[in-house]
């Protein structure tokens, strides 16, 4: 199982970003696929999910109404849309994989490497 994150950089505030998340390994019509966020100093943080049947999960109400998650199944990738950035979104993202479901009692079990994101003017 291997996930790659990608579409991090600099971008400022009120702009946007398209991360990227390829899967290998992982069969999206049984895992569910996070994203999460630790920005410096801070804990790691659940962002959003995408479950297996396409329902969507946010962990952290502060971007609802500003990023959008969206799979291709084509592909394997999932997309992390983030528009209307805050100074506050700065953070290294992740995506993450989960059997069955973005909530439960199983942990986010496999990690890709993270992507650096930068909201700055």
């Known amino acids: 199982v291997q996930l790659q994150a990608s579409g991090g950089g600099l971008v400022q505030p009120g702009g946007s970003l398209n991360l990227s998340c390829i899967t290998s390994?992982?069969?999206?019509?049984?895992?569910?696929i996070g994203w999460f966020r630790q920005a410096p100093g801070k804990e790691r943080e659940g962002v959003i999910c995408?479950?297996?049947?396409?329902?969507?999960?946010f962990f952290e109400e502060s971007v609802r109404g500003r990023f959008t998650i969206f799979r291709d199944k084509a592909t394997r990738t999932v997309y992390l849309q983030m528009d209307t950035l805050r100074p506050e979104d700065t953070a290294v993202y992740y995506c993450?994989?989960?059997?069955?479901?973005?909530?439960?009692?199983?942990?986010?079990?496999?990690w890709g490497q993270g992507t650096l994101v930068t909201v700055s003017s």
């Open positions: 993450a994989s989960r059997f069955w479901g973005c909530t439960g009692t199983g942990p986010f079990d496999s």
């Open positions: 995408i479950s297996e049947t396409e329902a969507v999960t």
């Open positions: 390994g992982v069969d999206l019509d049984y895992y569910a």
